[in-house]
């Protein structure tokens, strides 16, 4: 409700209470005028001159009267309105402020659960793992623990001979560790960007896992799948080292480079793929992941999709290939 809107409320709030006092006042006042006018003894035209005169001041000082009382009335209603919606406005406030300290504290406790299953994947990882060197951050850019546990799963039921991650870092490094285990396979990673490559091979180095891993630095080029083109890891000159692939890692390229960027993945890949194989896709929490699964089931038939509610989310999806 405006000011305004009060103003005009408080107007027409009590507009005739005053009135019965106001004529009440000037009655009696012009009845005494009158009863001393009288008293007088004045001759009748002085006395009705004088009368009417005494009536004219008093008409005069009942409507000063009356506006006074009604201005004072008006103030009083306007306050006492204005206070009421003060205090309305502030209770919405304190509402508005309780609403969003419970929507803080709602995330904060969401975020704690989540932290804590991320710790209970970590202890997983170090306990599966022999490492021989400390990893290097999970979450942020690179996978997060559950998602790495994920990983360590797969490749221990699996025991795939080959993998191929499209992108690398962390992940490398967990499949070189599951693969150094079991005693056979390889990992061949595609990363567009030299740095990271650099990057990754370090790591991979660093933890002696050489044998094991290998980091392509693979640059974006233009690929065309069905009139859309998008910019994906030039893989003509790896042709020979990307088959078959028995389990399939995509978490590049990045998904803010382009619309479903990590949509070709299997388009490319596919007949690369073993008759009986795995794919992993991270992120799936994102609409963009969700959306290139969907695409994929139409386009491949068959592929059987398992979603899991990990951090990012993620797709496990099994492709067995008819002959
Ligand atoms: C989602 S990340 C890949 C994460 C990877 N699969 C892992 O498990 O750590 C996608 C891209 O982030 C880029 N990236 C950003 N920061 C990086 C860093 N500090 N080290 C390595 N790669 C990084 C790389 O180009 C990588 O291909």
Partial sequence: MSLETLSIKAQSI?????????LWLCGTLQVAVLAILWSLGLPQPELILSALLSMLVILAIAIQLES???TQSNVANLLQLTHRLIH????????????????L????????????????????VFALLKLS???????????????AALIIALVHERKPKRVVEVSSGISTL????????????????????????????????????????????????????ADQTWQWYDIAPHQAILHPIDLLIIDGPPGD???QSRYPALP????????????VLDDGDRADEQAIVARWQQEFPGIQVQRIANEKGAFVLHVRKVS
């Avoid at 693969?179 to 091979?201: K, P, Y």
């Fill in 14 to 22: 009590e507009k005739s209470a005053s009135m019965p006092r106001t």
């Fill in 68 to 70: 006074y009382y009604r």
């Fill in 88 to 103: 309305r406005q502030d209770e919405q406030i304190t509402r508005q402020q309780d609403e969003q300290i419970l929507a």
């Fill in 105 to 124: 504290l709602q995330q904060n406790s969401a975020q704690r659960r989540q932290d804590y299953r991320q710790i209970e994947s970590l202890f997983s």
């Fill in 133 to 147: 060197h400390p990893l290097p951050s999970m979450r942020e850019w690179a996978i997060s623990p559950d998602m």
């Fill in 174 to 225: 967990m499949v070189a560790y599951c693969l150094q285990q079991i005693g056979e396979g390889s990992v061949v990673s595609l990363e567009h960007e030299a740095q990271f490559a650099d990057a990754s091979r370090e790591q991979v180095g660093r933890h002696g896992l050489q044998n094991i891993a290998k980091v392509i630095h693979a640059p974006l080029v233009p690929v065309t799948i």
């Fill in 257 to 259: 480079l382009q619309h």
């Fill in 268 to 279: 490319q890949l596919f007949d690369a793929l073993s008759a009986d194989a795995m794919v």
